[in-house]
């Protein structure tokens, strides 16, 4: 029974250190396996550290940026350079960036313009400026010329009601014409600064009036002479009578009268009617008009007129005295004579 008991233990003890022996085989074999799987572990590390290392430069690079971009806006804000509004012409989006939300502006779209004509809008306000003065500047210098009172002289002759309205609308054409001769003017002459942006600006819009009429002068002598045919216009006003008793008469006997041209009676002639005549077809010059009685051959009046434009209409007005009234009815109180002594 003891020696069983004893067998039994010693058994016992040797699973007990066969075991150990079993883990250390395991353990050799394991060392043996190991350097393929070390191996691979490796290579997932490393490409692990390096996606990792790429992640914290592409993080860096992107911080370094917005760094840049807020130290060149404080940069510009603090030299007072500032940012202004400008003006695009003829250019085109190439492509525009969503920006995330910001608790100051919220959603933003920043769009990228590309190619066209650059332009600050203070450059385009600046130049409307001058324009307008300049043409405050001229108009009343215009009504004076246009006025009867107007005394004329070599460098402000008399301006007609035609010749005004000629003048006003160049005034106008200057004043629209002067942001697009700024806008010449800035690519041409390129201001390094603001203060010299905006004196070019003024000054282009100012002096648009000289720089129109150096245009339109280069212009009319490079152009080609071409045949133009004759030019017409017309000439309207009042025939009145000086003396109050011979309007009464001429009234009274119901004479009618005509005004014509002088030297071509025919061709343009008027029956007056209430005092009123108009000749039309004229041609563009100086003429001379004459007033009849339609029944008398005896011309009661001439005077010149000049036609300064074509399709334009010129007033003259007709004043007849006592005295050519006179003369004029003293040829038909002869003739009447001559045919009694001959009868």
């Known amino acids: ?30 060392q043996e396996t190991s350097p393929a799987a070390e191996g691979d572990k490796n290579a997932q590390n490393k490409a692990a550290t390096k996606l990792e290392s790429d992640k914290k430069d592409q993080s860096q690079t992107a911080s370094q940026k917005e760094n840049d971009t807020k130290n060149q806006t404080q940069q510009t804000s603090s030299e007072g350079v500032g940012y202004a509004w400008v ?25 990228e313009v590309k190619d066209g004509l650059l332009i600050p809008l203070y450059f385009i306000i600046m130049a409307l400026m001058g324009g307008s003065i300049s043409l405050t500047r001229r108009l009343p210098e215009l009504q004076k010329q246009a006025g009867s009172e107007h005394i004329a002289t070599a460098k402000q002759p008399r301006l007609s009601q035609y010749e005004f309205r000629e003048h006003l609308i160049f005034q106008m054409v200057q004043f629209i014409s002067a942001p697009f001769l700024a806008i010449l003017a800035y690519y041409l ?17 100012f002096a648009s009036e000289t720089i129109l009429l150096m245009v339109r002068s280069v212009a009319n ?8 045919g004759p030019q017409y216009g017309a ?9 109050e008793d011979d309007r009464k008469n001429v009234e009274k006997d119901r004479k009618k009268m ?10 343009a002639h008027s029956i007056v009617d209430q005092g009123l005549y108009t000749l039309s077809n004229v041609l563009v010059g ?37 005295q050519e009234m006179e003369k004029a009815q003293e040829q038909p109180q002869a003739q009447a004579q001559a045919q009694a002594q001959n009868q």
């Open 1 to 30: 029974m003891l020696y069983s008991l004893v067998v039994r233990w010693i058994a016992k003890q040797r699973i007990y250190v066969a075991r150990p022996k079993d883990s250390e085989k395991d353990q050799d074999k394991s």
């Open 87 to 111: 003006i695009n012409i003829g250019g085109y989006i190439k492509q525009c960036n969503q920006e995330s939300n910001n608790a100051e502006y919220g959603k933003s779209i920043t769009c």
């Open 189 to 205: 002459i390129e201001p390094s600064n603001t203060t010299n942006a905006v004196v070019l600006a003024f000054t282009a819009g």
């Open 221 to 228: 002598k490079i152009t080609p002479e071409t045949s133009t």
């Open 235 to 243: 000439i309207a006003g009042i025939v009145l009578f000086k003396d």
């Open 258 to 267: 005509e005004v014509f041209l002088t030297e071509l009676p025919h061709q």
């Open 286 to 322: 100086e003429h001379s008009i004459s007033v009849k009685f339609i029944d008398s051959e005896k011309i009661l009046k001439k005077d010149i007129v000049k036609v300064a434009h074509a399709q334009a209409i010129f007033n003259k007005n007709i004043t007849i005295t006592k």
